[in-house]
């Protein structure tokens, strides 16, 4: 794999801006890609893997398929179920769009598992941050920054993750409530030690997912009622890959993260709620006024609005950074790829 490594370095110092792809599965996500695409799909396979460790070591361009595969026969999984939207998801893709399934809410988002990365920066060093377990901390915060950023600090090789072993037991319940009611209910079983793993919410049905000891999940059927799904799996799976009738539809997809206590907001167009009410989605349009409307809701709210998916971007994808968190940005991305090189314009 070394002779793959020297032709990333040799792509880096022709100093041209680069596009870092893997499958492409989340190209729509993001402002427009731009720069010569870089293929980490080269670079793959599963470097090490200790299931009594509990964490799984791989090259970013291995598939994420291959990768849940491996854990499944160990009866581990990626706890943040990232979503593939697509067959040839990578890891390096998965962490570099930071994005988190139904289960983000119970057990963590992406960046709580990234462990170690390696990259390589706009000189063509290859640089190692973090490690293989929780308490090397030795660069620990640059491992987590690079969880979500979109391939804009430089090329990500390697990463060591965190697993989990899956739950023995799982079923889901259902409730017809109103959105407020959901809302208050999600957040009055928050505070109660029930094992929920996932929580949706649309069109007056509330669906709750239940994982872990067999006697706790019995325990928590019997305290919450609800309808039992006992085949529920295929409603989460599609879900996370976002095949649910909700996501079908030419309308621009808005993300709404928001504190889970946040009331219903007041907007045009049918919405989905996830994760205990912290992750609501909106079908609306995306013109200017319309996307300051809703980045205005969300802001009142204590939260913020991404344009996740949309044909036209010009009112941009990610909510606007108050000007000191901005300058910091700015100033990380100086210091990361001072010339600009690695996915350019891709976050903002």
Known sequence: MQ???????????????????GGGT????????????????????????????????????????????????????????????????????????GLSGPRRASSGAVRDFVLGVVMMDAKGEVLRFGGQVMKNVAGYDVTRLMAGSLGTLGLMLEHSVKVLPRPVAETTLRFELSEGDALRTLNLWAGK??????????????????????????????????????????????????????????????RLSLPSTAAPLDLRGPQLIEWGGAQRWLRADANEAIAHGVRRAAAIAGGHATLFRAGDKSAGVFHPLPPALARINQRMKDAFDPSNMFNPGRMF
């Open 3 to 21: 002779d793959v490594i020297e032709q990333f370095r040799e792509r880096v110092l022709h100093g041209r801006p680069l596009r870092i792809r």
């Open 26 to 97: 989340k190209d729509f996500y993001g402002q427009p890609p731009a720069g010569e695409v870089l293929d980490t799909r080269a670079y793959s396979g599963i470097i090490d893997y200790e299931p009594t460790e509990l964490v799984i070591t791989a090259r970013s361009g291995t598939p994420l398929a291959q990768i849940e595969a491996v854990l499944a026969e160990r009866g581990q999984m990626l706890a943040f179920e990232p979503p593939h939207f697509g067959g040839g998801a990578t890891l390096g893709g998965a962490i570099a769009s």
């Open 193 to 254: 030690p029930l094992p929920v793993s996932a929580t949706c919410w649309h069109d007056g049905v509330l669906s709750v997912r239940l994982s872990g000891a067999h006697a706790a999940v019995e325990a928590a059927l019997r305290t919450l009622g609800g309808e039992r799904v006992d085949d529920a799996g295929g409603f989460w799976a599609g879900l996370r890959e976002q095949r649910h009738a909700f996501f079908e539809g030419e309308q621009a997809l808005w």
